[in-house]
């Protein structure tokens, strides 16, 4: 993307299409709802890595990291998929409607906040300033956190910073995000391009960092901790992406990295469909330079259906060893909505690539879930995602309610648990939206929805969610939450379940970060997620980062990092 002057921008083009909202419905269904067999690729392909060296420990590559005000572009447009408008199909069935509760109704959410701080940011008043280091304003910060045993690692678009678990001390940074690749060579090092991912493997008890390069020769780089110090020395990987990686998130099992990303061509100018890609992380965790990269290329035979997948990833060190991976997807197909989210399950094959597989193209495994309206609103005679109020200006910002939001944190007790989240219309505003999908503890890919939850309705606006759920079933969501009303600014707010809820119930929301100032001259973007990380020491401690505006500007945001924790888990 270009970049003007000293601020980079990375934008979402609104979702806009050519027939206003009173003219959507009563056009046939380009999925396949209706169909009863799952699709099947297998067009995978396997590559070894296109670099791979082992780097000196982080604090030695920060010397040796670009200097501010690289010439390289900063963060990739959020390119939309641009499907063709089409009506809900007459056949489709859902599950009972999931009810946000008013507030008065539910209780107040059991976990309270622990320890509490901030990050990484742009603000001019931001104790750990990006642009300082950077030599540039970015935005949207596209906020991405990770726990690990001592240390929680928040990565930003661009910079990042290493903080101690137990007092919320700054260990590092902030950093560059491209330090990770120091030395290393080539558009990895060159390259600070965002739409980032910090990973801890709870299982193996190491760091995945990784970050796209979004100018060709496409390439997905690859960080992987030789140790449990996120300060440490790395293993480093460079390997292919056939087109404009747009979107990447990630998934980690104890064996294999999954990754998926949004791919727009050669000439990134059209969406193609879904990269997904599995990684040979046992081998990476060694520093064996031949680990490989598999990939199935998912253009839904044709039809475009599949999109921003989110693939599982484990919060429990407990995990079936080989079992395939699960991936759930694909909501933005049908308007104003559906009542149905789409799975996705993908078997890789590292002894013999040709047998890997990828199932459920093409939407051919819905699961019914409450039926749902899309978080989109009128402008004009078109349809937007800008749909968020502020305080005391007329900027409206995005509500992505596109996609699900990541992650699709996966969990293990006596069965399988998936929980996701995405932003939907409720009859006044916009909502946070949960899922809690079951499967048997045996690997089983079949899922089912165990419960859905949704936050209040009651005029707020609520979005940009991510959700995780602890070992006892206690469940932590966050959020922003926005109106127009005065001083009622975007601000960082928690929710949930206390595990003995009844199914569904989304308990009254807390205050974790009040935001001070509305966003302006963003193009309406208010990041690509936020960050719910469940800490593996106890799998009791929950993590979340997110971002407000300390006063109202542009290219001004800062982020806040708090643990929360429900009193039963210990």
Avoid at 93 to 111: F, K, N, R, W
Avoid at 389 to 414: F, K, N
Wanted: glycine content about 8%.
């Amino acid at each position: 993307m270009k970049r003007n002057n000293i601020k980079a921008l990375s934008y979402s083009l609104p979702l806009i299409f050519s027939l206003i909202l009173a003219a959507m419905c009563g056009f046939t269904a380009a999925g396949q709802q209706a169909s009863t067999q799952s699709k099947v690729l297998n067009n995978a392909v396997v590559n070894p890595p296109l670099k791979f060296d082992v780097s000196p420990p982080l604090g030695e590559m920060l010397t040796l990291a670009a200097v501010p005000g690289s010439s390289h572009a900063t963060h990739a447009p959020l390119h939309p998929k641009q499907q063709q408008p089409n009506g809900l199909p007459a056949n489709q069935t859902a599950v009972a409607p999931a009810a946000g509760l008013a507030p008065s109704a539910s209780p107040l959410i059991g976990a309270t906040v622990g320890l509490s701080f901030e990050g990484v940011g742009d603000a001019p008043s931001a104790s750990l300033n990006c642009a300082n280091v950077t030599g540039f304003a970015v935005a949207p910060p596209d906020t991405n956190a990770a726990v690990g045993d001592t240390q929680v690692v928040e990565w930003v678009n661009i910079c990042y910073a290493v903080f101690d678990k137990s007092s919320g001390a700054v260990l590092a940074g902030p950093v560059s995000g491209n330090a990770f690749w120091a030395g290393f060579g080539g558009p990895c090092e060159t390259s600070n391009d965002g739409d980032i991912i910090i990973q801890w493997d709870k299982k193996n008890h190491r760091w995945l960092a990784s970050q796209n390069v979004f100018s060709s020769p496409y390439m997905t780089c690859i960080a992987v901790s030789q140790t449990n110090d996120a300060t440490g020395s790395y293993f480093r990987y460079a390997f292919p992406q056939p087109g404009f990686p747009d979107y990447p998130k990630w998934g980690l099992t104890p064996n294999v990295y999954y990754q998926t990303q949004n791919d727009f061509g050669p000439q990134a100018n059209a969406y193609v469909g879904v990269n997904l890609c599995a990684y040979q992380g046992n081998l990476m965790r060694k520093g064996n330079s031949h680990a490989a990269q598999i990939c199935i290329l998912d253009t839904s035979n044709g039809t475009l259906f599949d999109d921003s997948m989110l693939p599982a990833d484990d919060d429990s060190s407990v995990s079936a060893s080989g079992a395939p991976e699960v991936l759930l997807g694909s909501i933005d197909n049908f308007l104003p909505g559906d009542s149905h989210v789409y799975e996705y399950v993908f078997t890789p094959d590292f002894d013999n690539p040709a047998n890997s597989s990828l199932a459920g193209v093409d939407g051919s495994m819905p699961i019914n879930v409450p039926a749902f309206d899309l978080a989109i609103c009128v402008s004009g005679k078109f349809l937007t995602t800008d749909c968020v109020p502020q305080p005391h200006t007329t900027a409206m910002l995005d509500t992505l309610g596109d996609r699900l939001m990541y992650r699709l944190a996966h969990s293990v007790t006596d069965q399988q648990h998936f929980m996701v989240t995405h932003n939907v219309n409720d009859t006044s505003a916009v909502a946070a939206r949960w899922y809690e999908f079951r499967a048997p503890a045996d690997g089983s890919t079949n899922l089912s929805l165990f419960q859905s939850g949704q936050t209040p309705d009651d005029s707020e606006y609520r979005w940009m969610g991510s959700i995780a759920r602890d070992k006892l079933g206690n469940i932590a969501l966050g959020y922003s939450r926005s109106s127009g009303a005065h001083d009622d600014y975007p601000s960082i707010y928690y929710s949930g379940q206390t595990a003995g809820d009844p199914p569904g119930t989304t308990e009254r929301e807390a205050l974790i970060k009040q935001g001070s100032g509305s966003q302006r001259d963003t193009v309406n973007r208010w990041g690509d997620y936020s960050s719910m990380a469940l800490d593996g020491a106890d799998s009791c401690t929950f993590w979340y980062a997110n971002e407000y505006y300390p006063a109202t500007g542009s290219f001004a945001w800062a982020t806040w990092l708090a643990s929360l924790k429900f009193p039963s888990c210990h």
